[in-house]
């Protein structure tokens, strides 16, 4: 038996074995509290729905069955949701609970739990497996017993493709005795569920056995400037905005950091945060010794402390001598995993601080250090980013007494998950002073040479008892980037950052080379009053990209309260967003002033702005509103954003612009964005541009023949003139959308919120595969610049505000693919699939992105003739198991070679129930279905419907089908396609065969009525 025959084998007995081990979601507070076994006494309940189903009283819409005692709840127009067992692949057992949502609009459907005793702890500990084929962004709340809108807490959690599970931790709200459980989908999608249960714990459980007498910052000076988890934040700091001071001593005798405020976004403001964990219902206190600065006094600076976004706040005035400030608060349990503290001035005059502690007490202002040593270590490359070759060097800090024969231990973590332990390294006998060890270099470790990768450390003595905290990095390795040192226009590679020195470069440094402003460019700040024109601040920004080689995606913004539709009565929870996205008022003086706008910034910057947009997403409401009605916005009539493109088309024509216009379009979105593009369409608005671009966030699968991007370049080439020909389409803004944030930390808080960064760093490789392989021109990834944020956000930042893991993968994607054009989809086996790309003008090799349907992939030989890296650019010591089941292939003559890899990889898919069925050729096979392609599975090719996602739907043959263009279910039974049953509409059709482009079903009515109709695909998704 061949090794291959062998590993295909092992893996077809062992079956889940190989299966990626559940991932926490980053909803869990998680301080190692996976690792604490269930006591008997807080188990509440447990759910496996393994029971017998049942019917229950459903509402309009809502179908199926359910265990005993679970219900729904849905609320909204038009939420039609179908419940069921499902026994294909359980998490455990022989069946999980199916939730499908065909459809919904202005509400969400519901599914609720049995009612649960919250009697018994203050905190309720829910874990439960989800699965999700559709990436299904899931809110899981506590509710009242009499009405399940009556939320009391609330946690997103995206489902994946594969079973994942979830731990999370609900506050029980004080008098609350009953509550129910309920998981809530605001958008279309399948949901599977099994594995519940919930416990109830004191909050003291949670906590465990930790240190909480001393400091509980990691660190109390910052002799090296800010490290890891502090955060410096602002989206305009300046590199000496939150510096040591080698000039000011502070009272620790370590030099003292010095805050300096700077303009950002219209304010001043300067920021410094770090986390810490606390006992929960305890008071306690923050305190540092701060001065002001001399010439100056006094100042104000803000200190708060807290939960994220539920701060304490206290305002201190310093002199310019040292003084001892402190605030105190009872802090409850934190559900973010950890708590923090800030520092924050709103004055451009500097001040300094030294000696920050976080005690036990009310009123604790004296000083005391993390640890008998206290040690601080960051990156010596700028965002700890180094390249190809480099080895990793750090900037060391200590201060305290060193033993005789002390020393550091640690260990280098990968992304991917594996530790590589360092050696120790003694460290030479010293005082009770500061030590300082400059551009430290790390011993070998066997560690892989490109990635991201954790750095811990900390100081034990002779017998390997600690004597200081750990102190965590993030350090990144990765290749040149192929355009580092020049312009590359022609690269498809972009990114959203702040036109500050260090982003600009960092982007350019990762493979970008295509920014597009975030605001850079507001009318407000520009004209602020009529003829009042400023142009320091952006004369000095927009020098930021140009220097760094960057192309630039500009857009016109903001308008200025004079000129705008804004008002100062507008209200809601958005109102201050909504007046600084709005656009000018209609008349016509306003949209000529936008005009004078628009002229004055070419004339000024044409030459650095490579691409135009009018408008961000004037389609939405929010970001064109033209009033606000009951707390919602409004959107400016369609003729609004014709007449701007035609000023813009104007001002350009006029300076001579040479570069494209763009106009930012939404038809792809819905029935009502296509009203509002069609209506601009109708008054010629595709006539004053040079292309388009789209925005798709998705968290819907990608990364096959008829995903949602291929869905949406085929509404835009129909909807709009010569997109997609003539004139370029770019999505300039995507990515996976609201993202849970993940630490990769193991010892700073907050700890342990990894679950979703594999996850992550694939859909970030399918979602380009996704759109070069639409044809899209440009792809702007949305967002790699920094922010003081502790809570979800559109970033792919690390939770402390440095570089993530998603920056080594994308810097990876870029340097493989970048001269590369997209040329086909191509089967190697059975679930494996790649993304082939040809060189241009056929000079280099060829690049095959594998993409493994299961994620756990064993590579057991390379081909002759083939390099193959891992999704981190590494290339793997066969035989390797790939946990990403992605892998780039490279060759000189892909045709030739390619094929071998297919016998070189093996992995354990779930059987296509097609397989029985004798092969045509090219993997089509004669079905109950008719010719269906199943090379792709669970994605299908059917001879005339096009691309279907499969799942079993019961031991048969019987599938349930989503159809990515009717944007729906349908139950395929087998005997008996070409019947089809509808979810949505509870209807049986009739599908003719022999229709493709456009398909045509006879639609039978859910209503009993037996009189049908001829309906086209397009009828039925609209």
Not at 231 to 258: C, Q, S, W
């Amino acid at each position: 038996m061949s090794i291959t025959s062998l590993y295909r084998s092992l893996l077809r007995c062992a079956g889940a074995a190989f299966r990626m081990p559940p991932r926490l979601s980053v909803a869990v507070a998680v301080m190692c509290l996976a690792a604490q076994e269930t006591r008997s006494d807080s188990l509440l309940a447990e759910y496996d729905f393994e029971a017998p189903f049942a019917a229950f009283a459903a509402g309009a819409g809502v179908s199926g069955v359910l265990p005993d005692g679970w219900s729904d709840a849905s609320a909204g127009d038009a939420v039609e949701v179908r419940y069921g067992e499902l026994r294909e692949a359980p998490f455990t057992g022989v069946q999980s609970l199916l939730m499908e949502v065909d459809s919904v609009a202005g509400g969400a459907a519901v599914l609720v739990s049995p009612v649960v005793d919250l009697t018994r702890g203050e905190v309720l500990r829910l874990r439960l497996a989800l699965r999700s084929p559709t990436s299904a962004q899931v809110e899981i709340r506590l509710t009242g017993v009499e009405d399940a809108g009556d939320v009391r807490w609330a946690s997103e959690v995206n489902a994946v493709p594969e079973w994942s599970m979830n731990t999370l931790l609900l506050a029980v709200p004080e008098g609350m005795e009953t509550g129910q459980v309920v998981l809530a989908m605001s958008v279309p999608g399948r949901l599977e569920t099994d594995a519940w249960t919930l416990e109830a714990l004191d909050v003291e459980d949670l906590v465990g056995e930790r240190d909480f007498e001393t400091n509980l910052l990691g660190a109390s000076s910052f002799p090296l400037g800010p490290t890891s988890p502090f955060v410096a934040a602002g989206n305009f700091r300046p590199d000496d905005a939150v510096v040591t001071d080698p000039e000011v001593t502070g009272p620790t005798g370590n030099p003292a950091l010095r805050l300096t405020g700077f303009m950002s976004e219209g304010f001043t403001t300067v920021r410094f945060t770090g986390p810490f964990e606390a006992r929960p219902n305890q008071d306690h206190t923050f305190s540092f010794w701060a001065r002001g600065s001399e010439a100056v006094a006094p100042q104000s600076v803000t200190v708060q402390m807290g939960r994220p976004g539920q701060k304490h706040s206290r305002v201190i005035t310093l002199t310019s001598a040292w003084e001892r400030y402190s605030i105190s608060a009872e802090l409850p349990f934190s559900f973010a995993g950890a708590h923090l503290v800030r520092i924050v001035s709103g004055s451009q005059d500097p001040f300094w601080v030294d000696g920050l502690r976080v005690a036990q007490g009310e009123g604790e202002t004296e000083f005391a250090r993390s640890g008998p040593v206290e040690l601080t270590a960051e990156a010596t490359a700028d965002s700890g980013l180094f390249f190809e070759g480099e080895a990793f060097t750090v900037d060391i800090a200590l201060w305290g007494a060193l033993e005789a024969a002390a020393g550091l231990e640690g260990s280098l973590r990968h992304a991917d998950g594996r530790v590589f332990d360092m050696p120790f390294i003694a460290v030479a006998h010293r005082e009770d002073v500061l030590h300082r060890i400059s551009g430290f270099e790390l011993p070998d470790t066997g560690a892989p040479e490109f990635g991201t990768f954790v750095l811990s450390l900390r100081v034990v003595d002779a017998v390997g008892a600690p004597l200081s905290k750990w102190s965590e990095t993030l350090l990144h390795r990765v290749r040149t980037a192929r355009y580092a040192d020049r312009f590359a226009p022609h690269s498809p590679f972009g990114t959203h950052v702040f036109w500050t020195e260090r982003e600009t470069r960092r982007a350019k440094a990762l493979g970008f080379n295509w920014v597009r402003g975030n605001y850079q460019l507001p009318w407000s700040g520009i004209e602020p009053e009529p003829g009042e024109w400023r142009w320091d601040l952006l004369d000095t920004r927009i020098a930021h990209p140009r220097n760094a080689k960057l192309e630039v995606l500009a857009y016109l913004s903001s308008a200025p309260r004079w000129a705008s539709t804004a008002r100062a009565d507008w209200s809601g929870n958005n109102a201050g967003w909504w007046r600084f996205t709005a656009p000018p008022r209609g008349e016509t003086e306003m949209i000529e002033a936008f005009g004078e706008y628009a002229y004055r910034v070419l004339e000024r910057y044409g030459d650095d702005l490579t691409a135009l947009e009018t408008w961000n997403e004037p389609f939405l409401a929010a970001f064109f509103p033209d009033d606000v009605v009951d707390g919602a916005p409004l959107r400016a009539p369609p003729r609004r954003l014709y007449e701007m493109t035609q000023q813009v088309r104007a001002a350009a024509d006029a300076t001579g612009y040479g570069g494209r216009l763009f106009w930012n379009i939404g038809g792809h979105y819905g029935a009502d964005e296509r009203g509002f593009d069609e209506a601009n369409l109708s008054m010629g608005t595709a006539d004053l541009v040079d292309g388009y671009s789209l925005h798709r966030y998705s968290q819907l699968g990608m990364g096959f023949p008829g995903d949602q991007m291929e869905i949406d370049m085929e509404v835009i080439e129909e909807m709009y003139p010569e997109a997609g020909a003539a004139k370029p389409v770019w999505n300039s803004e995507g990515g996976v959308g609201p993202s849970e944030v993940f630490s990769l930390f193991r010892h700073n808080p907050p700890r342990n919120l990894a679950g979703r960064a594999g996850e992550q760093g694939r859909h970030f490789i399918r979602y380009h595969l996704s759109n070069l392989a639409a044809g899209i021109e440009r792809v702007f990834s949305y967002a790699f610049f920094e922010q003081d944020r502790w809570s979800s956000e559109y970033s792919y930042m690390h939770v402390d505000g440095r570089l993530s893991h998603i920056a080594s993968v994308f810097s990876n994607l870029a340097w493989h693919l970048e001269d590369r054009e997209f040329d086909s989809y191509r089967n190697l086996d059975y679930g494996m699939n790649a993304f082939t790309f040809r060189a241009r003008e056929h000079e280099g090799p060829d690049v095959a992105v594998v993409l493994a349907s299961q994620q756990r992939t064993i590579l057991t030989g390379v081909p002759e003739g083939l390099i193959v890296r891992d999704m981190y650019g590494n290339e793997p010591e066969v035989p390797a198991i790939i946990d990403s089941g992605i892998l780039y292939v490279v060759s000189d003559d892909l045709d030739a070679s390619f094929g071998g890899l297919a016998e070189a990889v093996v992995w354990s898919p779930q059987p296509s129930p097609f397989r029985q069925f004798a092969d045509l050729g090219d993997s089509w096979r004669q079905t109950f279905l008719g010719r269906v392609n199943d090379a792709w599975w669970p994605w299908l090719e059917h001879e005339s419907m096009g691309w279907l996602f499969a799942r079993r739907a019961g031991p048969g043959q019987s599938l349930h089908l989503y159809d990515y263009r009717l944007r729906s279910w349908m139950f395929a039974p087998s005997p008996g396609f070409p019947w089809l049953y509808h979810h949505a509409s509870e209807s049986w059709c009739w599908f003719a065969r022999d229709t493709s482009e456009p398909r045509r079903w006879f639609w039978f009515p859910g209503s009993g009525d037996t009189v049908g109709e001829w309906r086209s695909g397009q009828m039925l998704r609209e």
